[in-house]
């Protein structure tokens, strides 16, 4: 009775005839525009919510196993055919059972000058090279933790210049600043936070079409950094751009590496086009540090192989099997163990790289969830006092099927199958083990244009995430 009555306060009907008029009304004037409604409820039968109920949401979830939202969204899109164009999007959401009550997803505007964009606020990203609806998850960045507010100098996805190997070279980058938002999060799971923590990335993926063939490959580099609490002038800003040691005033770490917590991934993608659909194989390689640029880490990384159809109607639509390794991370030692016997940049000790760990409070995370693939467990699932990132040696086999049965019914299937070992500090008492499974239906009737209802039921067998079952029900208009 009590999630009843708390779907029916936040869903509230007065409220959402008031907000659908006004956007109705603002989309009269305005074709470009379109708008979103969303509620979603989920209830967990044995446990917490179930792992793929929680994870790659773009951080809207919880573990609380009964809650709920309400999302309105208001969007503008851009149009190809000018130079000059912008977009902009506003999306809110009012939940019960969640960190916050109520959250600003998505806030930002975008203005595009030919193949140049400049992005400006909050807006929900996803992993490079990778199908959102099938993959475990981006290495480096995923989709599943909270967008963070930053200013970005982008290209618009793939662009091609005439004058560049005849069209055949596809670039795709970006580089940005901003500031992570869960400061009062952290300090409520940790009882303390720094400063206001600062974030940078940069990307950059190249893509060549080889002339007369349905081959491509791409080969691509991004890279994350966390930086700031109170070293906010402009020479960190500098310092974190071009990788270089920090200063007198920085932690002894990185005077000793690089300013800042980075990471990143190189990507490596082999493309094959054929009548009936596209095929995928291809390389995350993540690393920490030099060691893993240059693959000391052996196996680690996110292999991949992918199928999305090119056909109509009925049938399997996208095909995703991964494996997914982060045990070695260029070994189990690092020479800051050895820093008062072996002093001098000679020796090579380079292991022990603890992925996804920062200096900035709780790791390469955001409210409570890591910001890369989430099989590296994030911090919501520390018990006992845990926090921060306590799961980064992992192996795992993932496994995702979408398809239609028919023009108005899909489907799409998750399956899998981790183990976990900790970390090299703190290695767990015996190697866990983990099933992970999602099914989810959704139905969009022609009768009722622009809704959509969609059915999930989710379970989790094993030692680290639990014995959860649930499920949710999601109903959203868009217009």
């Not at 163990?337 to 992925?355: A, K, S, W």
């Not at 809704?451 to 999601?474: P, V």
Request: proline share 4%; aromatic share 14%; with cysteine.
């Amino acid at each position: 009775m009590k999630y009843k009555r708390k779907l029916q306060e936040i869903a509230n009907p007065r409220w959402m005839v008031g907000m659908l008029l006004c956007m109705v009304g603002i989309q009269t004037g305005l074709a470009q525009l379109h708008g979103r409604i969303e509620t979603e409820g989920k209830v967990s039968v044995t446990g917490q919510t179930p792992f793929w109920l929680v994870n790659n949401r773009q951080g809207l979830a919880t573990l609380e196993k009964e809650n709920a939202y309400l999302r309105v969204g208001l969007f503008r899109e851009m149009q190809d055919s000018t130079k000059w164009d912008y977009r902009f999007g506003f999306d809110v959401v009012e939940a019960w059972n969640y960190p916050s009550q109520f959250v600003v997803q998505q806030a930002y505007c975008d203005v595009r000058y030919k193949w140049l964009v400049l992005s400006m606020g909050s807006k929900e990203r996803w992993g490079m090279l990778k199908n959102r609806a099938l993959s475990s998850g981006g290495m480096s960045l995923s989709g599943n933790a909270r967008p963070i507010p930053q200013v970005s100098l982008e290209t618009p996805g793939f662009v091609t210049f005439p004058w560049l190997l005849h069209n055949r070279l596809k670039v795709d980058g970006g580089i940005a600043y901003g500031e992570m938002t869960d400061e009062a999060f952290v300090k409520r799971q940790l009882g303390r936070s720094d400063d206001p923590v600062l974030y940078h990335r940069k990307s950059l993926i190249l893509q060549y079409d080889f002339k007369d063939s349905p081959w491509s490959a791409a080969l691509g580099l991004e890279t994350h950094a966390q930086f700031g609490g109170d070293q906010r002038s402009l020479k960190y800003y500098w310092m974190v751009f071009i990788p270089q040691s920090g200063d007198e005033n920085s932690p002894i770490y990185d005077q000793m590496y690089t300013f800042g917590s980075t990471h990143g991934s190189w990507h490596l993608c082999l493309i094959w086009r054929r009548k009936e659909g596209v095929w995928r194989l291809y390389l995350e390689n993540f690393f920490e540090d030099s060691s893993g640029i240059v693959k000391k880490n052996r196996m680690d990384g996110l292999w991949g192989l992918e199928y999305t159809s090119e056909k109509e109607g009925a049938g399997v639509t996208g095909v995703t099997l991964e494996y997914l390794q982060t045990t070695d991370q260029g070994g189990p030692m690092h020479q800051w163990l050895f820093r008062d016997i072996l002093p001098g940049p000679h020796y090579n000790v380079y292991g022990n790289d603890n992925y996804y760990l920062s200096a900035y409070n709780s790791g390469w995370s955001h409210w409570g969830l890591v910001g890369g693939n989430p099989l590296i467990t994030s911090p919501i699932y520390g018990k006992n006092g845990v926090t921060g990132i306590f799961n980064s040696r992992v192996k795992a086999f993932h496994a995702g099927v979408s398809w239609n049965f028919s023009r108005v019914w899909r489907g799409r299937l998750l399956g899998t199958y981790t183990r976990g070992w900790g970390t090299y500090g703190a290695p767990f008492d015996a190697v866990s083990e983990d099933y992970l499974s999602l099914l989810e239906v959704s139905y969009a009737p022609r009768k009722l244009k622009g809704w959509q209802f969609t059915l999930s039921g989710a379970m989790d067998r094993g030692d680290l995430y639990g014995n959860n079952s649930g499920g949710s029900l999601k109903v959203g208009f868009g217009f």
